[in-house]
């Protein structure tokens, strides 16, 4: 169930609770939607529900009297499967370009971050600051966090923000720790 459907569910549910004519009437109108639709997927013939609507050169041939009803109903139905086949793998196609991009944002955001930390290597402190951000992100929950905030391209900023006003405390365990 997408979420579109399960707001749908919910707010129908709602309606029919309110129990006030104009939300009752609403819900008929969506109840009628519904049973319209699955009408058509089923190719149900039913008063006011035409199952071939969508495709007016079957109907067309039906009324010439070319094919039969029920053979434009088998034809629509399999037209109907080849558009959600389509469509399918038109949303995998599409994820698949979306993480192909991901990846390529991850790669560029973690180049980026390795470029300034070598661009700093030769500051006094490095050493100290580069162990107090592994150790930062060693734990699970600060990775999630900084991933979840920076977009990949602000990676980069992030980790100069994190790196630059550091300040260590005396323990053998840095801590990164920004100067206000």
């Known amino acids: 169930m997408t979420?579109?459907?399960?707001?749908?569910?919910?707010?129908f549910s709602a309606l029919l609770q309110s129990g006030e004519t104009a939300h009752l009437q609403t819900a008929l109108q969506m109840l009628e939607a519904q049973r319209a639709d699955l009408c058509k997927k089923l190719r149900v013939k039913l008063p006011g529900i035409d199952a071939l609507?969508?495709?007016?050169?079957?109907?067309?041939?039906?009324?010439?009297?070319?094919?039969?009803?029920?053979?434009a109903?088998?034809?629509?139905?399999?037209?109907?499967?080849q558009d959600t086949i389509q469509q399918q793998a038109t949303a995998q196609q599409h994820a698949q370009q979306e993480s192909a991009q991901?990846?390529?944002?991850?790669?560029?955001?973690?180049?980026?971050?390795?470029?300034?930390?070598?661009?700093?290597?030769?500051?006094?402190?490095?050493?100290?600051?580069?162990?107090?951000?592994?150790?930062?992100?060693a734990q699970p929950v600060n990775m999630q966090s900084f991933i979840q905030i920076y977009?990949?391209?602000?990676?980069k900023p992030a980790l100069k923000w994190m790196y630059g006003?550091?300040?260590?405390?005396?323990?053998?365990?840095?801590?990164?720790v920004p100067r206000y």
């Open 3 to 11: 979420p579109e459907e399960l707001a749908q569910t919910l707010e």
């Open 53 to 71: 609507a969508e495709y007016s050169d079957l109907t067309q041939e039906v009324q010439q009297g070319t094919i039969t009803r029920q053979r």
């Open 73 to 81: 109903l088998e034809i629509a139905d399999l037209r109907s499967k």
């Open 102 to 137: 991901f990846e390529v944002a991850v790669t560029q955001g973690q180049q980026a971050m390795m470029t300034y930390l070598q661009q700093n290597a030769h500051t006094v402190d490095h050493a100290a600051r580069l162990q107090a951000i592994q150790t930062y992100f």
């Open 151 to 155: 977009h990949s391209m602000q990676w």
């Open 165 to 176: 006003p550091c300040a260590f405390t005396s323990s053998p365990h840095y801590a990164v």
